[in-house]
């Protein structure tokens, strides 16, 4: 099981806008990579260099964006391509706009998880019961996401594929998938973390065998 992370923007100057100090999809790729993503892609336009500048010393790579009237279905596909390039054995990537700043390590970490038990779900991740970013889209989904045209905007992109193809909502208490860079950090809601397991109840080993016993588990009298 591998997940990529496929950092989004649809501008250089988005990609580089500084946030706490580092250029926007250099934060983000460390967050990715703390989260468990690899490989991490960033597609956007760089005239100059200066993003793929931006990632050096990081764990991602840089790859140059599809032509823009291939709308962001395209770039998404696109990165997807990128990231499939990479490994062999790659299952799903997280769709990851680079507004969306805030998101946390462990939300990443507990994407993959998830993914781990459902592995060809979208998994949207929500605060709140509100679906962000980003989006764990597994490989199995990338025709779907080509068929896509071109003027549909990212929402209602994984909208669509939502409607088409098994999706799960995961509740992970994170404020940072739906509250992007325009939100300053003390502004942002509490990190509450998921109320659940993303992927599960985990049982303990040998709770099958009293069960099967007809004997109360471990915890109890």
């Given at each position: 099981m591998t997940v990529a992370a496929v950092i989004l923007s649809a501008t250089a100057d988005g990609a580089l806008a500084q946030t706490l100090g580092q250029a926007r999809v250099?934060?983000?790729?460390?967050?990715?990579?703390?989260?468990?993503?690899?490989?991490?892609?960033?597609?956007?336009p760089d005239p100059d260099?200066?993003?793929?500048?931006?990632l050096t010393g990081s764990e991602a790579v840089y790859g140059t964006p599809a032509a823009p009237e291939s709308g962001p279905a395209g770039q998404m596909t696109r990165g997807v391509e990128?990231?499939?390039a990479e490994v062999r054995d790659l299952t799903a990537?997280?769709?990851?706009?680079?507004?969306?700043?805030?998101v946390g390590p462990e939300t990443v970490t507990s994407l993959i998880e998830a993914h781990g038990v459902a592995r060809d779900a979208i998994l949207r991740p929500t605060w709140h019961g509100e679906p962000g970013w980003p989006v764990l889209l597994p490989v199995t989904a990338i025709e779907a996401l080509r068929a896509t045209p071109p003027d549909v905007m990212p929402p209602a992109v994984v909208d669509r594929l939502a409607a088409l193809l098994p999706t799960r909502e995961v509740e992970l208490g994170d404020p940072g998938v739906t509250h992007d860079v325009?939100?300053?950090?003390?502004?942002?809601?509490?990190?509450?973390g998921p109320p659940d397991p993303p992927?599960?109840?985990?049982?303990?080993?040998?709770?099958?065998?009293?069960?099967?016993?007809g004997l109360?588990?471990?915890d109890e009298p």
């Open positions: 250099r934060r983000l790729a460390d967050i990715a990579w703390s989260g468990g993503a690899l490989p991490i892609i960033v597609v956007s260099g200066s993003v793929a500048a931006s990128l990231a499939a990537v997280l769709l990851w706009p680079a507004r969306m700043v805030w325009d939100t300053a950090q003390d502004d942002l809601p509490a990190y509450e992927a599960g109840h985990t049982h303990e080993w040998g709770d099958d065998v009293v069960s099967e016993a109360p588990p471990p």
